[in-house]
T-cell receptor, first 111, second 114 residues
Framework: DQQVKQNSPSLSVQEGRISILNCDYT??????FLWYKKYPAEGPTFLISISSIKDKNEDGRFTVFLNKSAKHLSLHIVPSQPGDSAVYFCAASYGSYQLTFGKGTKLSVIP | GAGVSQSPSNKVTEKGKDVELRCDPISGHTALYWYRQSLGQGLEFLIY????????KSGLPSDRFSAERTGGSVSTLTIQRTQQEDSAVYLC????????????FGPGTRLTVT
């Protein structure tokens, strides 16, 4: 039973446009959500996070939106750059213990 | 170094042999986690340490897997009698401890069981 789902395995976006990566979860106990970025042959790199008491968190070009009633979160990247091409993982946690990850979305930003 | 380090970066072993994977967390981080990523899958939680104790071993897939942490720092993950399905990238992460959600990952160890 997958508690965190990223339904799009891949996404292609033109450079300069907005990238929107989506994530759904089923466990209402999750109280914190994170996005990680992963390049080939490297470990995941923490990108941005949001607590369940908020609905938006912004950091530069990256914004995460949380819709608790829909159990849905999204990551917006504006403007997208070729260096953003990577696999993006959504993760969720409760109690600051283990993270539960989605399977990832491969983002390709086309110059 | 400033980040999480793992060794070896790659390990090829024959089925039935034991392997030991090492993780060196960020200095001062009290919590340490092991995950693995099989081909085409997300990251799967294996075990969590707070200090030297492991309050959550729920993710270990079988009794062939064990882990320890000494001195509140370095951790080793041991897989005994390796099987082909153990082939994966094993990732270690650390965090500041309870109440701190952000985990910082090492580069991983790619294990191939032939």
């Amino acid at each position: 039973d997958q508690q965190v789902k990223q339904n799009s395995p891949s996404l292609s976006v033109q450079e300069g446009r907005i990238s929107i990566l989506n994530c759904d979860y089923t466990n209402s106990m999750f109280d914190y959500f994170l996005w990680y970025k992963k390049y080939p042959a490297e470990g995941p790199t923490f990108l941005i996070s949001i607590s369940s008491i908020k609905d938006k968190n912004e950091d530069g070009r990256f914004t995460v939106f949380l819709n608790k009633s829909a159990k849905h979160l999204s990551l917006h990247i504006v403007p997208s750059q070729p260096g953003d091409s990577a696999v993006y993982f959504c993760a969720a946690s409760y109690g600051s213990y283990q993270l539960t990850f989605g399977k990832g979305t491969k983002l390709s930003v086309i110059p | 170094g400033a980040g999480v380090s793992q060794s070896p970066s790659n390990k090829v072993t024959e089925k039935g042999k034991d392997v030991e994977l090492r993780c060196d967390p960020i200095s001062g981080h009290t919590a340490l986690y092991w995950y693995r990523q099989s081909l085409g899958q997300g990251l799967e939680f294996l075990i969590y340490f707070q200090g030297n104790s492991a309050p959550d071993k729920s993710g270990l897939p079988s009794d062939r897997f064990s882990a320890e942490r000494t001195g509140g720092s370095v951790s080793t993950l041991t897989i005994q009698r390796t099987q082909q399905e153990d082939s994966a990238v094993y990732l270690c992460a650390s965090s500041r401890g309870q109440g701190f959600y952000e985990q910082y990952f090492g580069p991983g160890t790619r294990l191939t069981v032939t």
